[in-house]
């Protein structure tokens, strides 16, 4: 069974709280993701502070901010090939968002395309983005799970032109494949400029609708040729028996990017090999 370790280096939401999520999380994953987009069985742990992850593990990861004030979550790749979802904790309150719908936003979007290479083809032969929750974006399309209120987001009738055949999303908001709703966005591939974002109405004055520096979605408007490697990280056990949570190699208590030395930011790196964008 797939493991994924939940890590809280935020200082904004306590790890009780985020604890009491982490049902949540598994109950939307192993049941309504599971049946609508088979991404198999997963459990997900709460990692204590000084204990090492799991090997092979995916991380959900809540912190309080980047180097981008404006990042609220995304989700990417750790250098080891293995996906990571970011949840930024003061930025997603500070938009007055929920913490537990900019989670599972980027949970159930790892699930989908963990390796963030997936597009489907419409049937004017333009590509989209499989981003599984950006066209239902938004707290009003979410529901709750006991009491913990989690993302809405799309089935693969979404993404069939042709021969979609039942919901087009979980909570049924959505009614016609690749519909954008007012609060969400969506990315599509234009031949001639590249990824192109829809963007609904209500979601223009939204942080969230805006590609954040070092996300995967603004890296893919932007193309590869600028993107520079950051250095690894160490654990709070570097150089000793045993690991921890991921600590940043440079000063400022921030994690690492992508693009650490040039614009934009980008993923944390945890121990390991790789060292790919």
Request: charged share 20%.
């Amino acid at each position: 069974m797939l493991q994924i370790a939940v890590i809280n280096e935020s200082t904004a939401i306590t790890s009780t709280a985020v604890k009491q999520m982490i049902p949540a999380f598994s109950s939307q994953w192993n049941n309504e993701l599971n049946d609508v987009w088979g991404v198999g069985a997963a459990q997900f742990t709460f990692i204590e502070k000084g204990i090492t992850p799991p090997a092979g593990s995916w991380w959900v990861v809540f912190l309080d901010d980047t180097t981008q004030a404006d990042a609220l979550a995304y989700h990417d790749l750790t250098d080891e090939g293995l996906p990571i979802s970011l949840v930024f904790v003061k930025t997603v309150m500070a938009d007055n968002g929920s913490v537990s719908v900019a989670a599972t936003h980027e949970i159930c979007e790892m699930a989908v395309d963990p390796w963030l290479n997936t597009a489907c083809q419409d049937d004017q032969g333009i590509f989209w983005a499989c981003e599984v929750c950006d066209p239902v974006e938004d707290e009003q399309y979410g529901y709750e799970i006991d009491g913990v209120l989690v993302t809405d987001f799309v089935t693969p009738d979404w993404f069939a032109p042709r021969n979609a055949m039942g919901d087009i999303d979980y909570t049924r908001h959505a009614h016609i494949p690749f519909e954008v709703l007012s609060a969400g966005y969506a990315q599509r591939f234009d031949p001639d400029h590249g990824w192109v974002q829809v963007t609904g109405a209500k979601a223009k004055g939204k942080k969230r609708a805006h590609a954040q520096r070092g996300s995967r979605r603004e890296r893919r408007a932007r193309r590869w040729n600028p993107w520079k490697s950051s250095g690894r990280f160490h654990t709070s056990d570097d150089g000793a028996a045993g690991g921890g949570h991921p600590k940043p190699m440079h000063p400022g208590g921030r994690f690492g990017t992508a693009d650490d030395g040039a614009a934009g930011g980008g993923h944390p790196k945890p121990p390991g090999g790789g060292g790919g964008p």
